[in-house]
């Protein structure tokens, strides 16, 4: 937790609303900072290499160790706007865990305040969002899109209510896990990708009768 070194720094930096990593004098100067910009992380620094920094190899580990940590990151959002269903409910996008192109499961992205007992499935995209007129809601996703396998809502037994709930593990269906045929990007490191729940519901008529939920969109983790 703490270094020395004749030439540690050649610089300070200054990092509004970020979060300060390495200080020196009594936290006065910043020597490496960190701030989450849009769906990216910046480490911002002066750090000279570490053949300048004492102890070692804690000294070498140290500067790994933010070079992995820094590569290792991945970002999650939610955007754009859910069709409310016929029970009056909006679907509501959300996700548990962290994208891995390598892990084959810890990533699940769940849709609640559903229609119970319905089949669904999600459409995924690389194109980046959107908001175009969709079966009465928004389809956020921009082209190409694609499917993933179907899933149950589950829930309360009928009369219909908003007790069902899609949810997948991501990371298992991108390594082919779940069956189905996945696009290439699913396993590309740092990759953006976009994620909308589609389902259908009978309380609209035809052309309108689908759910749709809000997007999620996040970046593909190691």
């Known amino acids: 937790t703490s270094y020395t070194g004749n030439s540690f720094a050649h ?5 509004p609303g970020g ?5 020196s004098n009594g936290g006065a100067d ?3 900072s960190e701030l989450t910009i849009g769906a990216g992380k910046l480490m911002l620094g002066g750090l000279t290499t570490d053949n300048w920094h004492q102890p070692q190899p804690d000294a070498h580990n140290l500067r790994s160790n933010i070079i992995s940590y820094t590569a290792s990151f991945t970002s999650v959002s939610t955007y754009c706007t859910a069709k409310v269903n016929s029970q009056g409910c909006t679907p509501t996008i959300s996700y548990v865990g962290a994208s ?6 810890g990533f699940v992205i769940r849709t609640a305040q559903v229609i119970n007992n319905k089949p669904g ?3 995924y995209s ?3 969002r959107a908001a175009l007129p969709f079966y009465g809601g928004l389809r956020c996703l921009g082209n190409p899109v694609r499917r993933s396998v179907s899933m149950n809502s589950g829930g309360n037994p009928p009369p219909s209510d908003c007790s069902g709930v899609y949810s997948m593990d991501w990371n298992t269906f991108s390594s082919g896990g779940l069956g189905g045929t996945q696009q290439a990007y699913l ?4 990759n953006v990708v976009q ?12 052309g309108l009768n689908a759910t749709l939920s809000n997007a999620l969109e996040y970046s593909v983790g190691p």
């Open 11 to 15: 610089a300070t930096v200054t990092n």
């Open 19 to 23: 979060t300060s990593v390495i200080v």
């Open 30 to 32: 910043i020597h490496l």
């Open 100 to 105: 891995s192109a390598t892990a084959g499961s």
């Open 121 to 123: 499935l999600y459409l």
């Open 126 to 128: 690389n194109g980046g």
């Open 187 to 190: 396993h590309g490191v740092g």
């Open 195 to 206: 994620v909308q729940a589609w389902g259908p519901d009978s309380g609209f008529p035809a």
